[in-house]
C-alpha cells in the first residue's frame, strides 16, 4: 500500500477546515497541517513540506496570493491548489499564472476535490 498523499490546508475559516479535512480523508489524502492565514500557510510548508498545499485566496495576515508566491518561492516545485470563492475568477486567473496548479470552488464538492487534487499531483 502507498503512503497517502499528504496535504496541508490553509483557510481562515475553521469550520470550513474542520469539513475539508474530513472529505480529505475519507479521499484518501492525509491533512498533516493546517493554517488560518498565509503567514502560517508559508511556515506549516516549510516544516511539513506536504505534496498538495489547499489555499484559500482570502485570509487575514497574508492572503492566498502572497502566500502562493512566497511558498513558490521557497519551493518551485510545490503543488498548490486555490481554494475560492465565487466570482473571484481574476484572482484564480492570476494565481494560476503564477504558478497554482489548479482551483476549487467553495462550497468543496468532495468528488470535484478528489479529482482536481488527484491532477494536480499526477
Known sequence: MTARP?????????????LAAGQLEEAGFE?????GNGVQALEQY????PDLVLLD???PECDGRQAL???LEHDPRARVVILSSLGAQSDIEQCLRMGARSYLQKPIDP????????????
Open 6 to 18: 499528504t496535504v496541508l490546508l490553509c483557510d481562515d475559516s475553521r469550520a470550513l477546515r474542520m
Open 31 to 35: 491533512v498533516v497541517g493546517e493554517a
Open 69 to 71: 508566491s512566497r511558498i
Open 111 to 122: 468528488d470535484a476535490m478528489e479529482r482536481v487534487l488527484r491532477q494536480a499531483l499526477a
Open 46 to 49: 516549510r516544516a511539513l513540506r
Open 57 to 59: 485566496l482570502v485570509m
